[in-house]
């Protein structure tokens, strides 16, 4: 098989019309990143499906590619390297910086009001489940959490730094489920904040307005508005100032979309004939 040894190479096997369909602005900027590894012949949307057949299953040194992972193959790559980093950290040292303590031979922060430890071997125990939504997050603030404390600034996710790019998604996936639930049962709605330890917050004109310490120096405060005669019900999430100083914006997007979908389940499962304490 012919082995491809420059980004010309790639290039002459290209239509050279810088479509733009695989995202690069021209052709030869195609060449290079799939030369680079970065993207594949196949990301072409023009390209003759023999030619990807011959030369798709190799990168540009002719040596074989990595098969495509699945999703969660690749979620439990990033938990491995993440505790990997955990390995090398002293977690007695950062404790303090990020609103822990270290005792019993581990690293204990609150997640949601639940402990979450992390020991020095990576190993994690936690009073909530362990899924992805929640421990790629807790690793990511242990791992390269600033310690910024809180500031009592409030912001909407598109205010956080690079927020504006997905601030669509975590509304779709945060925001709307939550609000959702709020306009369907707005008492459930109000039992499930208790439940998840959200503090009342006073002076806001919001019907009812909570604050959560996802972790602890990442806080998020939920604002619910009922609907009036010309107005229809709003519901928005605000986060601290200090939210993507302690955390990057992938972990903050991750955790908002798990509560959503955790408050769903809990709306589908509880009915609100008597109080929610008693629907255990």
Not at 62 to 76: A, C
Not at 93 to 119: C, N, P, W
Not at 219 to 244: G, H, R, V
Request: include cysteine; proline fraction near 5%.
């Amino acid at each position: 098989m012919t082995k491809l040894k420059s980004p010309m190479d790639i290039l002459k096997l290209l239509d050279k019309s810088n479509c733009r369909q695989c995202n690069e602005p021209t052709c030869l900027a195609f060449a290079a990143q799939v030369f680079k590894g970065k993207k594949k012949l196949s990301d072409c949307p023009k390209l003759d499906a023999s030619i990807i057949e011959q030369y798709g299953q190799e990168d540009a040194t002719g040596e074989e590619t990595e098969k495509p992972r699945t999703s969660e193959e690749k979620v439990e790559a990033h938990v491995a390297r993440l505790k990997q980093k955990v390995r090398e950290m002293d977690l007695s040292a950062v404790a303090e910086k990020l609103g822990g303590v270290y005792q019993y031979g581990r690293l204990t922060v609150k997640v949601l009001g639940k402990d979450f430890s992390v020991y020095p071997d990576g190993t994690l125990s936690a009073d909530i489940h362990t899924n992805p939504w929640v421990s790629v997050p807790v690793l990511t603030y242990i791992t390269q959490g600033a310690g910024k404390d809180l500031t009592g600034k409030w912001l909407p996710f598109r205010e956080l730094k690079g927020g504006s790019a997905w601030s669509g998604l975590f509304h779709q996936r945060c925001e709307k489920p939550m609000k959702q639930i709020a306009d369907n049962d707005y008492d459930l709605f109000v039992d499930l904040l208790d439940v998840f330890n959200g503090r009342p917050v006073e002076h806001l004109d919001a019907d009812i307005a909570r604050v959560f310490y996802v972790l602890p120096k990442v806080a998020i405060m939920i604002c619910y508005w009922l609907p009036e005669e010309d107005f229809d019900s709003s519901l928005n999430i605000y986060f601290d100032e200090a939210a993507d100083e302690n955390l990057n914006l992938a972990s903050i997007n991750a955790m908002g979309s798990g509560l959503g979908r955790m408050f769903e389940k809990l709306a589908e499962k509880h009915s609100t004939k008597q109080p929610f304490a008693m629907r255990q």
